[in-house]
């Protein structure tokens, strides 16, 4: 496992044929999603199609060379509602409900223009295009999938109206492609009984990995990994679960990017929404792979990122590839958050963690005080190991810190 802290990526003038994997990407993403080429708008770079009322736009942007290795951003955006009439409170709280079971996508909402897509996108380059563009496929569908189901429920909460589209050829499209019926179809059979993310070997490999670098795993077991990775002055916490379903999916992988913020709910959704459009804008140039939302059901409230992976899509290296994916971003975001910052080391903030959590359960009086009021923060899961210092329950070895990161101006 490689991942890189500072990234001299930079657009590139005109890439060769070899060089640059946007154009063939396309092509095997369309194939593989069997779309009738009657109900395709193509464009340079990209393409829109239509499987029922709302229109999937699907477009590669230009090459960059990312310290050697020319990369290519897949990006799928599908308008979902236009002409949002709720406050952007109400629309940062609703959407942050449903972005807590996205798998692939988020919603986000502009609002500049009042509207709310579903994004998501993922990195290709020439050594992954006999795979990856395929997952990405599968993603997008699924992704288009759960807006057209989506759909109606969010305009009327956003007092908004359906984004419906038409092909600008054949109009209005009446009958939904068949591939609207995959979810049902392939996904949610695949996994029963048995879950082949649930894998110890591959979850301890990445626990082998992960320690090679300034990142933390304190052990594996058969259905996750548990990763510290720094974060501001402290660290953020990266879960892999494959122990529990996905109500929308089945069985699968579970990916959780938990921040070591500390906000009331509409704090925390505010902050999940900004992170959204950064993630659709492309800003943090690594995969936009799920959602950042709010667990409003532990307090104080967490900003996390969540992601599924079914069970159908499974591949030998992927958890790894995933769990990689999710240092990046979390780098990648510490940099945008507090640029001029120093990265700590993950081991020794552990450490100093693990010896206040030592302190405060030592025989003094003070400190069995200390000890039984924290013991009285036990909520949903969450164990409060004092007053402001949590350790994450997964039903593996983890603990994150909750000490907000030193933030810019969150602009729109």
Known sequence: MTTRTKSNARPMGTPTIEDDAGPRALAQVHQ???IDEEWTDRRDRGFTWWAHRLEQRIDAGLPIDDDGIVITRLTSRIPVVTNVRATPERVERILAASNLLADSYSYVYDPQTQQVDSVQSGIVHAQTLDWRPD?????????????????????????????????PMRGQRREPDDMLNVVDAVFLPSGVPDNPFANEFEFESICEQVNRINAVSLGASSTGVAIEVPFADSTALITLDAQYPHPRLGRGLGVRLHLPTRDDFDEGARLAAWLNRKDAAGDLLCPAMGAWTVRGDIDPCRVVRCAFISAALWRSGLAMDVAAGAILTLRKLNTLLDP??????????????????????????????????????????VTFVNKTLPGRSVGLVGTAGIRPPRRRRLDS
């Open 32 to 34: 593989r999603l069997l």
């Open 340 to 381: 001029d910052g120093t990265e700590p080391n993950a081991s020794e903030v552990l450490a100093n963690r693990l010896a206040l959590r030592n302190r405060n359960s030592s025989n003094d009086d003070e400190s069995r005080e200390s000890a039984r009021a924290a013991r009285s923060y036990v909520h949903n899961g």
């Open 135 to 167: 997952l990405l496929a599968s993603y997008f569908v699924i992704q288009l999938i759960h807006a057209e189901q989506d759909a109606n429920r969010l305009a009327r909460a956003l007092r908004g109206r359906i984004a419906r589209s038409r092909h």
